[in-house]
């Protein structure tokens, strides 16, 4: 159920994979219907929500290129009631990316201070830059990494942060059992996994990885 108090739509490039067609113009699959959708008919059918997740691969080029094409979308439908959240800016540098969206803080100088993803330039720079063209806010959403790091070390704990930092972190976090914990530590402990912790690990680990999602 969304919030119906919020008062903005976010497209967030994390969450919700929506699906994609061939290389050319996007194409969306409705699950419900199994119908494909282009983006300007996905942004009609999204126009009642507050908030869309949109899910996605971190290194795959042509994912970032339907994210933009239903930004593009949802702002002709939208216009200035939209608003851009990203999964890859952290909280702390939330007056870095708006010094940069008002150009009073140049891009060399901004993806220097900003911890950028290293694919920022091809893939999630014409998202931001969108975004700063139409004046649309842009949200830094994720937990910054050095806290996240704190947790993992720390057995699952956020006791010893330093009071200055505690506004960057969500105002509950969960870490609940169910299938979405037996699903992280089952990939997590596959052989295929891109880390290799002892068990005694994944508890904590899983605890930082609440908190981002939080």
């Known amino acids: 159920m969304m919030n119906k108090f919020m008062k903005t739509i976010a497209l967030s490039m994390a969450?919700?994979?929506?699906?994609?067609?061939?290389?050319?113009?996007?194409?969306?699959?409705?699950?419900?219907?199994?119908?494909?959708?282009?983006a300007a008919q996905l942004a009609s059918k999204l126009q009642k929500y507050d908030v869309v997740f949109f899910?996605?691969?971190?290194?795959?080029?042509e994912i970032h290129q339907y994210e933009l094409e239903l930004l593009e979308a949802m702002y002709k439908a939208k216009g200035a009631k939209l608003a851009l959240s990203m999964e890859m800016f952290e909280v702390d540098n939330q007056s870095k990316l708006n010094n940069f969206l008002a150009d009073t803080l140049s891009e060399e100088n901004f993806l220097a201070a900003s911890r950028p993803w290293p694919n920022y330039r091809t893939d999630y720079a014409p998202l931001v830059n969108f975004a700063k063209e139409k004046k649309m806010p842009v949200v830094a959403a994720n937990v910054p990494r050095f806290l996240a790091a704190h947790v993992a070390k720390n057995n699952a704990s956020t006791e010893g942060i330093a009071e200055q930092y505690l506004q960057w972190l969500p105002k509950h976090t969960y870490a609940p059992e169910g299938a979405y914990k037996d699903k992280f530590?089952?990939?997590?402990?596959?052989?295929?996994?891109?880390?290799?912790?002892?068990?005694?690990?994944?508890?904590?680990?899983?605890?930082?990885?609440?908190?981002?999602?939080?």
């Open 15 to 38: 969450m919700l994979c929506l699906g994609a067609g061939a290389a050319g113009a996007a194409q969306f699959s409705d699950a419900q219907s199994s119908k494909n959708l282009t």
């Open 55 to 61: 899910g996605e691969y971190h290194d795959q080029s």
């Open 185 to 214: 530590y089952a990939q997590m402990s596959s052989p295929e996994a891109p880390m290799k912790l002892p068990p005694a690990r994944l508890a904590a680990v899983y605890a930082a990885q609440c908190l981002k999602d939080d």
